[in-house]
């Protein structure tokens, strides 16, 4: 079983997320776009030497801007799909230039990901989901019937196509790709409020 706490963070308002198993209380975090308060809080009450993973959506500066200095609390490996990994090194692509007001050059990732590769925190097993369209590397990690969509999905809405590495037809593909998933699950988005696969299916304007 997992528990998860979200915590909005940066001007952009991201959705970060520190995931925990219940089983044996190791922990990974998700998107840490911004430090603040409330995420520093988040990690000390979680345990700072609890943390297997820092895991990121994509490279935009909003999901990855306090990599380094999660990183230097949490001591954990920078996880990434390969196909996003050089973005955290080009400030055009990770858009700190053109949106983020500040050209930045992330740290490397220790982990480059492939699609369906699976890893473990503590007893759970997540799979890594190639999603591009948002960006060329998007991904969603799945585990428990949860998963973590970046800035692939949003309730009734999609993430932009329009950014270096974005594609719409990609993106098409993504999407049938999560809702041909069997069963349903619960997605925790980059950005607003969580959905479910079933209501997206119902809902998003985006879809067929």
């Known amino acids: 079983m997992i528990t998860t706490k979200k ?41 700072v030497d609890k943390f297997d993973y820092i895991l990121l959506t994509h490279c935009h500066f909003d999901h990855v801007g306090a990599v380094s200095r999660v990183k230097e609390l949490i001591d954990a490996p920078v996880a990434i799909h390969k196909d996003d990994a050089p973005g955290l090194r080009d400030p055009y692509v990770n858009l ?3 949106l983020g007001g500040c050209k930045t050059i992330y740290p490397e990732a220790d982990i480059r990901f492939t699609d369906g590769q699976t890893f473990h925190v503590g007893e759970t097993v997540f799979t890594v989901l190639h999603t591009p369209g948002h960006t060329a590397g998007s991904c969603c990690y799945r585990a428990e019937g ?18 270096p590495g974005g594609s719409l037809r990609l993106m098409r593909q993504s999407l049938n790709r999560l809702l041909g998933l069997e069963g349903d699950y619960l997605v925790y988005t980059g950005h607003y ?11 998003n304007p985006y879809i067929g």
Not at 13 to 22: K, L
Not at 193 to 203: I, N, V
């Open 7 to 47: 915590i909005v963070v940066g001007p952009m308002e991201a959705n970060c997320f520190i995931v925990r198993d219940e089983a044996t209380g190791r922990c990974a975090m998700i998107d840490p776009g911004a430090m603040n308060d409330a995420l520093r809080d988040a990690i000390e009450e979680a345990g």
């Open 96 to 98: 700190s230039g053109p």
């Open 146 to 163: 949860v998963i973590f969509a970046g800035d692939t999905l949003f309730y009734e809405s999609v993430g932009r196509t329009d950014f």
């Open 193 to 203: 409020q969580h959905t479910t696969l079933s209501h997206e299916r119902e809902c």
